[in-house]
């Protein structure tokens, strides 16, 4: 009598309340400037969807290829691909804001990992939104905005991030339907460009500049 198959060896599961393990299952690149080719994990966890790379490179061809100096928001970040894409192009101060704790330490270890990374890029755990909030009005020269899709969060978030960036200073907001500038009353901005890639609808914004009545 032939002996019976072995059994197969159990999965080792999370605890109650632990936390989700944070797994990679793919990684996208950073596109140019200082760490082009570096590979950014991607983690297999809710909401992470990271901006594709041919909309990426169209926005950073939209805003040019040299950032020196510019101070960066990335206040949804993610897998950090947008406001590292910027610290590579030369962004003097990146601020990279993540809500999920286990994606904000992913973060923080790919900063250290990147070389002269951690000089100029900054990992903060928190709500983008409220972040936005909190910063000194009229600092920023870009703002990235790449939200969930379904959060309902656009609206608040273009509004905060409308009071930080400087004049003439710029917005990239990503959603899954189209921002025209009739959606942007009140705000200060002009809507510049807008691309459509599949599912994502990528707008570039600037903060219109104010002249005094003469």
């Known amino acids: 009598m032939p002996a019976p198959p072995p059994r197969p060896r159990a999965r080792s599961r999370p605890s109650a309340g632990s936390a989700a393990p944070l797994t990679a299952p793919h990684e996208v690149r950073i596109i140019g400037g200082l760490w082009r080719r570096s590979r950014l994990p991607v983690a297999d966890r809710p909401g992470l969807r990271p901006t594709p790379d ?34 590579s192009r030369g962004a003097g101060r990146v601020l990279l804001i993540e809500q999920d704790p286990a994606q904000a330490q992913a973060l923080r270890a790919l900063v250290q990992r990147l070389d002269g990374a951690a000089a100029r890029v900054q990992v903060q ?12 009005a009229a600092r920023c020269d870009l703002v990235l905005l790449d939200p969930p899709f379904d959060a309902g969060l656009h609206a608040p978030a273009l509004a905060a991030a409308a009071a930080c960036v400087r004049p003439d200073g710029w917005i990239y907001l990503e959603a899954g339907a189209p921002w025209l500038q009739d959606d942007l009353p009140g705000l200060g901005l002009c809507l510049h460009r807008h691309l459509r890639a599949g599912a994502v609808h990528a707008h570039l914004l600037r903060r219109a500049v104010s002249h005094p009545a003469s």
């Open 54 to 87: 041919r909309v990426r490179e169209t926005l950073f061809n939209w805003l040019g290829q040299d950032l020196t100096g510019w101070q960066v928001v990335d206040a949804f970040a993610g897998s950090g691909a947008l406001g590292l894409e910027a610290a």
């Open 125 to 136: 755990r928190g709500d983008g939104v409220a972040a936005l909030r909190g910063l000194p």
